[in-house]
C-alpha cells in the first residue's frame, strides 16, 4: 500500500474547510450540528432556575485580591486550638466568609491529653497540606495516617477526625469553606 503524502499547507486548508463547513462533508457537519442542538436543547436548565442561580450568585459580594507575605509576627495564638498558632492569610476578609485559610504551626511537643480529641467540623470543604515536618491523624474510615511534609488530604464534611501525634516544627496550610464553621468535640 502506498503512502499518501501532502503537504502541511494542504493538510491545515483540509482541515479548515472541514470545520468551516466548505469541505466535502459540509453536509454531514451541518447535520450532526443540529441533532446535538437539539440534544443539549433537552437538557437545558429552566428559565426560572437559571435566573434563580443568576440572583445567588450576583447576592455574594464580590471578592477582591488578598496577598499574604511571611512575617513571623502574624503567627497569633487565637484559633481554634490553644496548641497552635495560625497566620491568617486573608482569604475570608478578601472573600467575605466565602473561604477561609491559614498556615497552622502546631506547638511541640504534642501532648495527647490536649491534642487528641475526637471531633468534627461543620464545613462545606476542608484541606490540609503538610509545608514542613509531619502530623499523624486519625480519620473516621482511614484510620491513622503519617502526613509528612508535602502531603495533602481533604476531610469531607462532618468526618470525625483527630490529631494522634506531631513533629515539634510542623506547618499546615489549612483551607476551608466557610470561614465561619462549627467545631464539635466527641466523646471517644
Same mark, same amino acid.
Given at each position: 500500500?502506498a503512502k499518501?503524502t501532502?503537504s502541511r499547507?494542504a493538510?491545515k486548508?483540509?482541515?479548515?474547510?472541514k470545520?468551516?463547513g466548505?469541505?466535502? =462533508?459540509?453536509?454531514?457537519?451541518?447535520?450532526?450540528?443540529?441533532?446535538?442542538?437539539?440534544?443539549k436543547?433537552?437538557g437545558?436548565v429552566?428559565a426560572?432556575?437559571?435566573?434563580a442561580?443568576k440572583?445567588?450568585?450576583k447576592? @455574594?459580594?464580590?471578592? @477582591?485580591?488578598a496577598?499574604s507575605?511571611? @512575617?513571623?509576627e502574624?503567627?497569633?495564638? !487565637?484559633?481554634? @486550638?490553644?496548641?497552635?498558632?495560625y $497566620?491568617?492569610? =486573608?482569604?475570608?476578609?478578601?472573600?467575605? /466568609?466565602?473561604?477561609?485559610?491559614?498556615?497552622i504551626?502546631?506547638q /511541640?511537643?504534642?501532648?495527647?491529653?490536649?491534642?487528641?480529641?475526637?471531633?468534627?467540623h !461543620?464545613?462545606?470543604?476542608?484541606?490540609?497540606?503538610?509545608?514542613?515536618?509531619?502530623v499523624?491523624t486519625?480519620?473516621?474510615?482511614? /484510620?491513622?495516617t503519617?502526613?509528612?511534609?508535602?502531603?495533602?488530604?481533604?476531610?469531607p464534611?462532618r468526618? $470525625?477526625?483527630?490529631?494522634?501525634?506531631?513533629? !515539634?516544627?510542623v506547618?499546615?496550610?489549612?483551607?476551608?469553606?466557610?470561614?465561619e464553621f462549627?467545631?464539635?468535640?466527641?466523646k471517644?
Amino acid at each position: 500500500m502506498a503512502k499518501k503524502t501532502t503537504s502541511r499547507s494542504a493538510a491545515k486548508t483540509a482541515v479548515r474547510k472541514k470545520w468551516s463547513g466548505l469541505g466535502a =462533508g459540509a453536509k454531514k457537519t451541518s447535520a450532526k450540528s443540529s441533532a446535538r442542538k437539539t440534544i443539549k436543547s433537552k437538557g437545558r436548565v429552566s428559565a426560572a432556575k437559571k435566573s434563580a442561580a443568576k440572583a445567588a450568585t450576583k447576592a @455574594r459580594p464580590k471578592q @477582591r485580591v488578598a496577598i499574604s507575605h511571611h @512575617r513571623e509576627e502574624d503567627f497569633k495564638a !487565637d484559633g481554634l @486550638r490553644a496548641y497552635a498558632k495560625y $497566620r491568617d492569610l =486573608g482569604i475570608a476578609a478578601a472573600s467575605h /466568609g466565602l473561604a477561609q485559610a491559614h498556615v497552622i504551626r502546631l506547638q /511541640g511537643p504534642c501532648n495527647p491529653d490536649e491534642v487528641s480529641k475526637l471531633h468534627f467540623h !461543620d464545613v462545606e470543604f476542608q484541606m490540609v497540606y503538610v509545608l514542613k515536618g509531619w502530623v499523624k491523624t486519625y480519620m473516621e474510615g482511614e /484510620g491513622e495516617t503519617l502526613m509528612q511534609q508535602g502531603s495533602a488530604w481533604t476531610q469531607p464534611p462532618r468526618i $470525625r477526625h483527630m490529631i494522634l501525634d506531631y513533629s !515539634d516544627d510542623v506547618e499546615l496550610l489549612e483551607v476551608i469553606l466557610p470561614a465561619e464553621f462549627k467545631t464539635v468535640e466527641l466523646k471517644a
